[in-house]
């Protein structure tokens, strides 16, 4: 009697054997979406991945434009400061020094002190 019920547990039954073939048709189908998945989506992804370097290449490019312009208008106004500058020492330079007298020493003194100061702050500020 043990042998009769070991031989009946090794066989399969029809319900068995078609509930069997009906799991290895969902894991062939499995199979075949994930090789669709991954012919289909890889390419989506590379994609992707390219357009978001691109993205990057271009913000980075539109930086350093941003960057080229603000250097060109700060040297711009740095030369316009330097002729402004050289225009008043020109100014400066052309004074006809005949026309002042005496009274006049104590006020270019002063003009000269105030001078002076600028100077020296403007070399400790650079």
Do not use: W
């Not at 890889?42 to 691109?54: A, F, G, W």
């Not at 007298?101 to 702050?121: C, G, W």
Request: with cysteine; aromatic share 4%.
């Amino acid at each position: 009697a043990t042998r009769a019920t070991a031989a009946q547990e090794n066989r399969i039954t029809l319900g068995a054997a078609r509930y069997a073939s009906e799991e290895a048709a969902v894991l062939v189908h499995y199979a075949i979406a994930l090789v669709e998945y991954t012919r289909i989506c890889q390419p989506l992804r590379l994609t992707k991945e390219r357009v978001d370097k691109l993205k990057q290449e271009l913000y980075e490019a539109e930086q350093k434009q941003i960057e080229r312009e603000n250097e060109i208008q700060r040297l711009k106004l740095v030369e316009q400061t330097l002729q402004n500058a050289d225009s008043n020492e020109e100014d400066n330079r052309l004074v006809d020094i005949s026309q002042y007298t005496m009274d006049d020493l104590p006020r270019l003194e002063n003009q000269l002190a105030e001078a002076q100061k600028r100077f020296d702050t403007a070399a400790v500020e650079k």
